[in-house]
């Protein structure tokens, strides 16, 4: 074997050069080891600072944003945590998108920049391209053009009707926002062009409001040409769960514009919806990629020993996992719980036990590049978590489950299982479970709207497992309902009142 | 040399450009927290319930709700602590199964709230909310003005000085902050150390259950143990030297205090105020009063610096007091106002020139006078020329109004309401305002003090 071309220390700073000649290594190890050629979009690399990085953050990540106060609300509390060292900046970010792009803070050393690479650039990146979850409900390719479109269309709505009138619907809209996601796959692509939507769009709602100032409209709103066919899903009014989209489509009276802005903030969350369905699979898939590509860097000569063993440091740094007893316990981590699972997955490829066989008899003898690209490309976490979370891995994590339930309206915990081999299974389905959406966001649907009478839109929240809706935030996001509604709105919360 | 894949990957320095890009979200947060305090409904301006050592302003408002409220993004969420939860842990360190879990103190406090439910708890905006209380009452107070305030003739120049005006991150070493500073040197070194510190606590831990099983192992076991102690000590002192090695001070630790120089119109003013602290006057009446001077009293410090105070209270007879006294004082007795009006005109006549200073006059109670003391109080804003000396004049009456007749006569309040009345029929120095009820106060406050568009001005 020839001497590496070069030689990374930790105390070696990035050059535009190194970080060529390292992305090829990088490259060649994910391509020729791992089985990912052809499984990434092409690879934007982007150099900068630490303020942009809380920028981008305070955009939930996109590089183009349209402009609201709250964003500005997330970059003040980033910042403000970042300066009292509450928390370091997670070192990367990466945009779901083609081609994909990945941040790096030019403060970091060359180890770290090589780390980001194999990580984000590889292993998100590959997460993005091939996921099933992601390839239904996001467009990699056209994701920026339109956040282009949305952040001049509502600067313009700004300018047309004022920015208070712009945010009194983005704020609404925000509160809608977990209950914008479709969860049934859309038929057909978009037919117009953004632009031209918009331009038609501007024309018509002028007429629009002149009309409206007149009379005011028998009918619900409908609007035949603008209507997009991917947005005809299969919907029952009666049950519809994406409020936001039952609101666009039905609000009588609503402008044009207004419906517009409802629907970017729609399309935005629905974008992101993959992204907290996934995170344990995504972050232990990226985990697991640049963990086996820096220590292959390492092997092959390209990491000096001080460098890899600096590596392992931020390696463990991000994989920590403090007990539920920690002061610092703030549930699992996504990148130690997905890493673990997948490791592991690798470790019964090559050296199955007993226990693994009669575990996981589809797994034995196959290569792992296939089982560990099958468990992070075909799943959701809950799905990930329940077809290959390992009785190992639920020992080498300790986990146990205590069940909560209500009694004489007080709390009571019970540990119903724990890692031994009555518990595994159930283990591994309460787990599974607690990733369900409905476990973090309460279910509200559409009971009917009365648009040949007063109007009034009814919602109901689904009861799940006994829990009340939180009242008084319930209320304030009625409000933001009724804003975009235009008429009375009742929200039957499944209690006497 | 081996030829390497032609790898094409997009490289972009964005450091110089693309930067600020979330300024506008920034300003566009500012404007909502100033419109909110702007905004702001009486009940978040908390005047009541001044006690002990605390200064009216300090009570006065709470600008952190205000903006909380303003700030917050509600959205539909699991109300904490009710219906079912199963929750899978990590590090099981005792737990049996169909043993009970205490859902506090040593649990996980996960038990309540669902893993979704994380931001927008209360508090957690406190610290974005950073806004001073300078920032805050410039916005509260921006409408107002002191009416038909006049420079008097020494004192035309403005006076600039110096004031305190935030931190800055270059300045000369005089005007560095230490206390500032080293709190930014303590979050720096806390981040930076947050890994060592985690695994000093983990071996600290350890080496103390080791101390309590050296005490009942047998020879063989204590000499594994002892080992093992010598190589935590030997770990914790390169830990504890890693994190004392690290620099106290670095470059952008260091902060700076910044100074604005403020010009101040120092035309000589005095606001005088007197309230009623009788018997008739409860506790609701008397926080109404309160809650209207502690707005002018705030509003006056933060506008008119150079500004002086007096302040009476009266029950049957009047006295000057501190501030102290007259925010927090109760009496008893009975009510007559012309004292209080007596003592207001002959403080001014003894320390002040009606011609060089700027005076205004608030008085705050029921109204509920002894009847023939009416025309005493007419007489000594009138015959007695009080009023002439004043630039302004209000007459605040508090509490609901009493009931309008009485066996065919005019209440005390009543016929008091009137003689003010008569008094401002004549001069539009006086002004008249009835507050019934906290949510009042705001408004009344905004009408008396709101500026008026100057002639000429094309606003």
């Known amino acids: 074997m020839s001497e590496p071309s070069f030689v990374i220390t930790s105390r070696t700073d990035w050059t535009e050069e190194l970080i060529a000649k390292v992305y090829a290594e990088i490259e060649k190890i994910a391509y020729e080891e791992m089985d990912l050629e052809g499984k990434v979009y092409p690879n934007q690399i982007e150099i900068i600072s630490t303020e942009q990085m809380m920028d981008a953050y305070a955009s939930i990540g996109l590089p183009v944003h349209y402009n609201h106060w709250s964003f500005g609300k997330d970059f003040l509390r980033t910042a403000k945590s970042y300066e009292r060292g509450h928390s370091g900046l997670a070192y990367e970010i990466v945009i779901n998108s083609s081609p994909c792009i990945s941040y790096l803070m030019e403060d970091n050393s060359m180890m770290m920049q090589a780390l980001v690479i194999a990580h984000a650039a590889f292993g998100h990146n590959a997460v993005f391209k091939n ?71 501007m024309a018509r709602d002028e007429q629009e409001q002149k009309e409206m100032d007149i009379i005011l409209k028998k009918t619900s709103f409908r609007d035949k040409e603008l209507d997009h066919h991917e947005d005809d899903l299969d919907f029952d009014a009666e049950q519809e769960e994406n409020l936001l989209y039952f609101i666009m489509k039905n609000a009588p009276g609503l402008a044009q514009w207004k419906r517009e802005i409802i629907r970017i903030v729609w399309k935005i969350n629905q974008y992101f919806y993959p992204q907290g369905q996934t995170q344990n699979l995504n972050e232990g898939f990226a985990s697991f990629t640049h963990y086996y590509i820096m220590t292959r860097l390492e092997e092959k000569g390209f990491l000096s020993p001080d460098a890899y063993m600096a590596f392992l440091e931020s390696h463990a740094g991000v994989l920590y996992q403090p007990e539920y007893n920690k002061r610092w316990y703030n549930g699992l981590n996504p990148y130690a719980l997905g890493f673990a699972i997948l490791s592991d997955l690798k470790r019964i490829c090559e050296n199955p036990t007993q226990e693994d066989r009669d575990w996981f008899p589809n797994i034995i003898g196959r290569r792992w590049q296939e089982v560990i690209q099958e468990a992070a490309f075909e799943h959701r976490d809950d799905s990930f978590i329940m077809q290959y979370l390992s009785p190992k891995v639920i020992r080498d994590l300790k986990l146990f489950s205590v069940g909560i339930v209500e009694h004489d309206g007080e709390q009571k915990g019970v540990v119903t299982d724990i890692h031994d081999e009555v518990g595994y299974k159930q283990l591994r389905i309460n787990l599974a479970r607690s990733y369900e959406r409905q476990n973090r966001v309460p279910q509200i649907i559409v009971n009917g709207a009365d648009l040949e009478g007063d109007r009034t839109l009814y919602l109901e929240y689904v009861p799940y497992k006994g829990r009340a809706l939180d009242r008084k935030s319930a209320e304030q996001v009625a409000d933001y309902i009724d804003t975009l509604w235009g008429y009375p709105v009742e929200l039957d919360d499944g209690e006497p009142e | 040399m081996k030829d390497l894949p032609i790898s094409t990957f997009i490289f972009v320095d964005r450091r110089k450009t693309g930067r600020g890009k979330s300024l506008p979200n920034r300003e566009k947060l500012l404007k909502r927290i100033k419109d909110s305090i702007k905004a702001a409904k009486p009940e978040d301006i908390d005047a009541g319930g001044v006690k002990g050592n605390q200064t009216a302003t300090k009570q006065m408002a709470n600008p952190v709700k205000v903006a909380r409220d303003a700030l917050a993004e509600p959205t539909f969420r699991y109300a904490s602590g009710t219906g079912e939860h199963e929750v899978v842990l990590p590090g099981n360190d005792r737990w049996l199964k ?255 020139d009606a011609s060089q200073t700027n005076i205004y006059f608030s008085y705050a109670g029921d109204g509920d006078n002894y009847h023939t003391d009416n025309k005493e109080v007419m007489a000594e804003f009138e015959d007695r020329g009080f009023l002439s000396k004043l630039r302004h004049a209000v007459y605040i009456q508090v509490g609901h109004e009493m009931g309008s007749s009485w066996g065919g006569m005019q209440s005390g309040q009543a016929q008091f309401w009137t003689s003010m009345q008569s008094v401002a029929n004549t001069s539009k120095k006086m002004h008249l305002v009835k507050l019934k009820d906290e949510s009042e106060v705001f408004a009344a406050f905004k009408k008396v003090y709101a500026k008026k568009a100057k002639k000429g001005s094309n606003v």
């Open chain 2, 98 to 352: 169909g043993d009970e879990f205490p859902l506090d103190g040593d649990g996980d406090g996960s038990g309540g709230s669902s893993a979704g439910s994380g931001p927008g708890e209360d508090g957690e905006d406190d610290f974005v909310i950073n806004i001073s209380k300078q920032e805050f009452y410039d916005v509260f107070f921006e409408d107002c003005e002191l009416p038909d305030l006049e420079q008097t003739a020494e004192k035309e120049l403005p006076e600039a000085v110096s004031k305190p005006a935030g931190f800055q991150k270059e300045g000369t070493p005089g005007q560095l902050s230490v206390i500032r500073s080293y709190r930014n040197s303590i979050g720096r070194r806390r981040a930076l150390t947050f890994d060592d510190r985690v695994e000093l606590e983990e071996l600290e831990a350890e080496y103390k259950a080791l101390l309590v099983d050296l005490a009942t192992s047998n020879p063989e076991q204590t000499e594994v143990i002892q080992v093992r102690m010598a190589a935590i000590e030997e770990r914790i002192g390169e830990i504890k030297k890693r994190i004392n090695s690290m620099p106290l001070f670095e470059k952008v630790d260091q902060r700076y205090r910044k100074t604005e120089k403020v010009m101040v119109k120092s035309a000589d003013a005095v606001l005088m105020m007197a309230m009623d602290v009788s018997g008739s006057m409860d506790e609701e009446r008397k926080r109404l009063g309160r809650k209207f001077f502690a707005m002018q009293y705030a509003f006056i410090k933060r506008k008119y610096p150079n500004t002086d105070l007096v302040f009476i209270w009266h029950t049957d007879h009047a006295e000057e007091c501190d501030e102290e006294t007259f925010f927090t004082t109760r009496m008893n007795g009975g009510t007559i106002i012309s004292p209080a009006i007596a003592l207001a005109h002959s403080i001014v006549k003894e320390r002040y």
């Open chain 1, 131 to 201: 996921n099933e979850t992601f390839k239904q409900w996001t467009n990699a390719g056209s994701i920026i053009d339109y956040m282009i479109f949305a952040r001049d269309f509502i600067r313009q709505c700004e300018s047309r009707y004022g920015p208070e009138a712009v945010e009194e619907i983005l704020d609404a809209a925000h509160a809608l926002a977990p209950h914008g996601v479709d969860k049934f796959k859309r038929k057909h692509k978009p037919k117009l062009s953004e632009e031209m939507r918009l331009k038609k769009l």
